[in-house]
């Protein structure tokens, strides 16, 4: 089964422009080719003739189809501010920083890439495991894993009472995905706008700081 965009709904740009340009040509033909016919009927060659380069310049760019779209992710999840909120975020109050974080995060989450190649993976994992593993290394652990460092540098500071950081950058995960991401994802509503996501972050804050706050405190 492959999965695509909305009817009517073109294909997003998929990398940041930092990239040099051939490698850029060929991430942007990749991303659209899976977005709009799925892993499974997406072939190098076809990548290759989308971004006018050779099998040869493919391949030595990237070694197979898992390696090329782990990339894609990887490129997106650059893009995100979510990896650069964190390690900005010892310079201000953990409330602050953990609704900046949140709110990017859920900026990230809910955007057309993200959703586009989260329904590809989910529909087609099951054939090709190489695609959910390759997604989950390349964007959720990189998110989670400087998460998990900012809050071990809160809790090592005394800043909340974070006795497991990495299973507190899940919670926080979770919360802010909340059922909005599914609702999406399903196309049941449309995204939330600036101001639900902004008191939907506030909210999970306010839980987490609670939930985590240092005893006595």
Not at 110 to 136: D, K
Request: glycine share 8%.
């Amino acid at each position: 089964m492959a999965l695509s965009q909305p009817a009517g709904t073109a294909a997003p740009a998929m990398v940041p422009a930092a990239i040099s340009s051939k490698t850029c040509q060929i991430l942007e033909a990749g991303g659209r080719l899976f977005l709009e016919h799925g892993y499974g009927a997406t072939s190098m060659d076809a990548v290759a003739r989308a971004a006018g380069v050779s099998k040869a310049t493919l391949y030595a760019h990237f070694t197979n189809k898992a390696d090329l779209f782990s990339a894609i992710v990887a490129a997106e999840c650059a893009r995100a501010v979510p990896m650069v909120a964190c390690r900005e975020a010892d310079t201000v109050p953990v409330a602050d920083a953990l609704f900046r974080i949140g709110r990017e995060l859920l900026d990230l989450l809910l955007s057309p890439e993200a959703l586009g190649v989260y329904r590809v993976v989910v529909a087609e994992s099951p054939r090709f495991p190489e695609l959910g593993r390759a997604f989950y290394q390349a964007g959720p652990t990189q998110t989670l894993n400087a998460l998990s460092t900012y809050l071990g540098g809160v809790g090592r500071r005394g800043e909340l009472a974070v006795p497991d950081a990495t299973a507190a950058a899940e919670l926080f995960w979770g919360m802010i995905r909340s059922h909005a991401h599914l609702r999406c994802l399903l196309l049941v509503d449309p995204a939330p706008d600036a101001a639900q996501r902004d008191h939907h972050v506030r909210t999970v804050v306010t839980v987490f700081v609670r939930g985590f706050a240092v005893p006595g405190t």
